[in-house]
């Protein structure tokens, strides 16, 4: 593929693990951060040490801190910054750029109150004379592995399959091999449900549980997120894919994962605020949490799960009074889900 020039508008582990991915593959990467030391560090030292101790960083990342800067040239550009970010740094480069460019979003949420998947807010905020094209970026991918060029799979989706294959070129190498997938609604919404299970399988963790009822988690969790995700108009098969169970195992089952770690304080005793405190980083889970409760109001959809993390979040509910109420629900036959699933897909 011809060797372009690429902005990646955030410099944490995420998006920093993705211009190296870009950066292995010959591009000219801009990797933009609003913090001047930070910057610094990339472009006189070659490393991130905050989110990716002990790594190397390519000579072909280049820091910026002037956003216009970044952006000059550049047709694509990959958005990895929190969800709440996403309006406020979509208005700025609508504002910065003179060109139509292809916005990859790589960030995994939804936005409580207006239940907007991340691609709906970037349609929002940046108008359609400078909006080539929308893709998602998602999968099981810890960036702390991707850093290390350890092997790892993704999917890109967008409404228009020619742009997401553009981007599966930008980005496929030895190392990261990267799918198409038409089904934006199913990529969006497994992504960001998947780290509500996450929370969950961290606090059955720490509070001693073990395996049997992680998995029992994670496969229920599944289920949720199928459900809801039919109904918004995903297809369920999408859920049985990268986006779907791909990145729900890894990420209620890893270290790396940090809506596991919270979680995990959160089954330890810890509260909400001294949690997010000690994280550092962003939780996504705990937004989405609020949004997907909201969506299963609107849609009349179950979602057990969710709702029990949403009363240990939000409504001061002990995690084990939660999680002996979520075993102690009317007995269910399993295949149920399943069969409404299909019943929804086919009457579409």
Not at 13 to 29: F, K, P, Y
Not at 122 to 145: Q, R
């Amino acid at each position: 593929m011809e060797k372009q020039k690429v902005a990646v508008i955030g410099a944490g582990s995420w998006g920093t693990a993705l211009a190296m991915v870009l950066a292995d593959n010959g591009h000219e990467v801009r990797l933009w951060s609003h913090k001047i030391e930070q910057v610094e560090e990339i472009n006189t030292r070659h490393t991130n040490v905050k989110y990716l101790p002990e790594i190397t960083l390519p000579v072909n990342i280049v820091g910026y801190s002037s956003l216009g800067k970044a952006l000059q040239g550049a047709k694509n550009i990959i958005l990895a910054v929190p969800t709440k970010a996403i309006r406020e740094v979509a208005t700025k480069i609508s504002s910065e750029t003179n060109q139509p460019v292809t916005i990859v979003h790589v960030s995994k949420g939804i936005e409580p109150n207006t239940l907007l998947r991340i691609s709906e807010m970037i349609k929002e905020e940046i108008p359609a004379s400078l909006l080539e094209d929308v893709v998602v970026l998602s999968g099981p991918s810890h960036a702390e592995e991707v850093s290390l060029r350890h092997p790892t799979t993704v999917t890109v989706s967008s409404e228009n399959i020619s742009a997401a294959e553009k981007i599966q070129d930008l980005f496929i190498n030895q190392n990261f091999r990267v799918y198409t997938n038409p089904d934006v609604i199913g990529v969006e919404i497994g992504g960001a449900l998947k780290n509500i299970i996450a929370l969950a399988a961290g606090m059955t963790d720490g509070l001693g549980y073990g395996d049997n009822a992680k998995a029992a988690l994670i496969t229920r969790g599944l289920a949720e997120i199928a459900r809801l995700g039919t109904k918004m108009g995903a297809n369920p098969l999408t859920f049985s894919g990268l986006a779907g169970i791909g990145d729900l195992i890894v990420t209620c089952t890893s270290v790396h994962s940090r809506n596991w770690r919270a979680g995990n304080m959160l089954g330890k005793g810890q509260k909400l605020d001294e949690v997010l405190e000690n994280m550092g980083m962003v939780v996504e889970g705990v937004r989405t949490t609020k949004a997907a409760y909201q969506l299963a109001e609107k849609y009349h959809v179950s979602m057990p799960i969710t709702n029990s993390l949403y009363n240990v979040l939000f409504n001061n509910v002990d995690v084990e009074d939660a999680v002996d109420e979520l075993m102690n629900r009317m007995k269910k036959h399993e295949m149920e889900d399943l069969v409404n699933v299909l019943d929804e897909r086919m009457n579409d």
